[in-house]
Protein backbone atom coordinates (compact mmCIF):
# COMPACT_ATOMS: atom_id res chain seq x y z
CA UNK A 1 0.00 0.00 0.00
CA UNK A 2 1.11 3.38 -0.63
CA UNK A 3 1.40 6.13 1.23
CA UNK A 4 -0.36 9.10 0.60
CA UNK A 5 -0.88 12.22 2.63
CA UNK A 6 -3.38 12.38 5.09
CA UNK A 7 -6.72 14.46 4.76
CA UNK A 8 -6.76 17.45 6.88
CA UNK A 9 -10.12 17.59 9.16
CA UNK A 10 -12.23 19.79 7.22
CA UNK A 11 -11.69 16.82 4.45
CA UNK A 12 -12.17 14.36 7.09
CA UNK A 13 -15.49 15.80 8.07
CA UNK A 14 -16.88 16.07 4.25
CA UNK A 15 -16.00 13.05 3.76
CA UNK A 16 -17.72 11.41 6.66
CA UNK A 17 -20.93 13.61 5.88
CA UNK A 18 -20.91 12.52 2.05
CA UNK A 19 -20.21 8.83 3.13
CA UNK A 20 -23.28 8.75 5.30
CA UNK A 21 -25.59 10.17 2.79
CA UNK A 22 -23.98 7.84 0.53
CA UNK A 23 -25.15 5.06 3.16
CA UNK A 24 -28.32 6.39 3.44
CA UNK A 25 -28.71 5.96 -0.16
CA UNK A 26 -27.62 2.44 -0.18
CA UNK A 27 -30.39 1.76 1.99
CA UNK A 28 -32.67 3.26 -0.01
CA UNK A 29 -31.76 1.05 -2.85
CA UNK A 30 -31.01 -2.22 -1.81
CA UNK A 31 -33.46 -2.73 0.90
CA UNK A 32 -36.45 -0.13 0.94
CA UNK A 33 -36.87 -0.36 -3.15
CA UNK A 34 -38.94 2.25 -3.80
CA UNK A 35 -41.06 2.17 -6.71
CA UNK A 36 -41.72 4.85 -9.15
CA UNK A 37 -39.94 8.20 -9.75
CA UNK A 38 -37.98 9.65 -7.27
CA UNK A 39 -39.08 12.69 -5.07
CA UNK A 40 -37.74 16.47 -5.30
CA UNK A 41 -36.32 16.52 -1.62
CA UNK A 42 -34.65 13.36 -2.35
CA UNK A 43 -33.41 14.51 -5.84
CA UNK A 44 -31.99 18.09 -4.46
CA UNK A 45 -30.19 15.88 -1.30
CA UNK A 46 -28.67 13.59 -4.26
CA UNK A 47 -27.51 17.15 -5.77
CA UNK A 48 -25.85 18.15 -2.80
CA UNK A 49 -24.25 14.97 -2.29
CA UNK A 50 -23.04 15.13 -5.91
CA UNK A 51 -21.71 18.91 -5.57
CA UNK A 52 -20.16 17.65 -2.16
CA UNK A 53 -18.33 14.17 -4.08
CA UNK A 54 -16.87 16.95 -6.91
CA UNK A 55 -15.66 18.97 -3.92
CA UNK A 56 -14.04 16.52 -2.01
CA UNK A 57 -12.34 14.14 -5.31
CA UNK A 58 -11.69 17.22 -7.56
CA UNK A 59 -8.23 16.37 -6.81
CA UNK A 60 -7.74 12.86 -7.32
CA UNK A 61 -6.40 10.99 -9.54
CA UNK A 62 -8.89 9.10 -12.00
CA UNK A 63 -11.87 10.05 -10.38
CA UNK A 64 -15.01 10.93 -11.79
CA UNK A 65 -16.58 14.04 -12.26
CA UNK A 66 -20.56 13.72 -11.31
CA UNK A 67 -22.43 15.62 -14.04
CA UNK A 68 -25.21 17.40 -12.27
CA UNK A 69 -28.60 17.15 -12.87
CA UNK A 70 -32.27 19.63 -12.66
CA UNK A 71 -33.84 18.76 -9.45
CA UNK A 72 -36.70 19.65 -10.84
CA UNK A 73 -36.77 17.35 -14.14
CA UNK A 74 -38.47 13.84 -12.60
CA UNK A 75 -35.65 11.10 -12.39
CA UNK A 76 -36.27 7.34 -12.44
CA UNK A 77 -35.23 4.82 -9.95
CA UNK A 78 -33.00 3.44 -12.31
CA UNK A 79 -31.16 7.14 -12.57
CA UNK A 80 -31.15 7.12 -9.11
CA UNK A 81 -29.18 3.93 -8.44
CA UNK A 82 -26.76 4.75 -10.65
CA UNK A 83 -25.52 7.94 -9.24
CA UNK A 84 -25.68 5.60 -5.76
CA UNK A 85 -23.43 3.21 -7.77
CA UNK A 86 -21.42 5.45 -8.91
CA UNK A 87 -20.93 7.47 -5.19
CA UNK A 88 -20.00 4.16 -3.88
CA UNK A 89 -17.33 2.99 -6.01
CA UNK A 90 -15.77 6.39 -5.99
CA UNK A 91 -15.99 6.34 -2.33
CA UNK A 92 -14.63 2.80 -1.91
CA UNK A 93 -11.72 3.88 -3.88
CA UNK A 94 -11.33 6.94 -1.60
CA UNK A 95 -10.96 5.14 1.01
CA UNK A 96 -8.69 2.25 0.20
CA UNK A 97 -6.27 5.75 -1.33
CA UNK A 98 -6.91 7.30 2.37
CA UNK A 99 -6.55 4.09 4.60
CA UNK A 100 -6.60 6.67 7.75
CA UNK A 101 -10.24 7.07 6.95
CA UNK A 102 -11.65 3.85 7.89
CA UNK A 103 -11.27 1.64 10.88
CA UNK A 104 -8.67 -0.80 10.17
CA UNK A 105 -6.42 1.96 8.26
CA UNK A 106 -6.62 3.85 11.25
CA UNK A 107 -5.70 1.08 13.48
CA UNK A 108 -2.86 0.19 11.54
CA UNK A 109 -1.45 3.62 10.74
CA UNK A 110 -1.33 3.54 15.21
CA UNK A 111 0.70 -0.07 14.94
CA UNK A 112 3.32 1.78 12.28
CA UNK A 113 3.49 4.88 14.92
CA UNK A 114 3.92 2.52 17.41
CA UNK A 115 6.54 0.53 15.61
CA UNK A 116 8.21 3.77 14.57
CA UNK A 117 8.89 4.64 18.02
CA UNK A 118 10.08 1.44 19.19
CA UNK A 119 12.44 1.12 16.64
CA UNK A 120 13.79 5.38 17.29
CA UNK A 121 14.13 3.93 20.97
CA UNK A 122 16.90 1.52 19.89
CA UNK A 123 18.60 4.48 17.30
CA UNK A 124 19.05 6.40 20.30
CA UNK A 125 22.31 4.09 21.56
Known amino acids: MQNHPHLG ?35 RAMLVSLR ?3 RLFKREPSRPHFMLFDPVVPMSLFDFALYVARLSAVSMAFEERH ?26 D
Not at 18 to 43: H, W
Not at 99 to 124: K, M, N, P, V
Open 9 to 43: PRAIRAYNRLAQDIATYNYIVRFAKPSGIIGESTR
Open 99 to 124: AHLTAIGITRAAQARQIAEFDDDFDD
Open 52 to 54: SAN
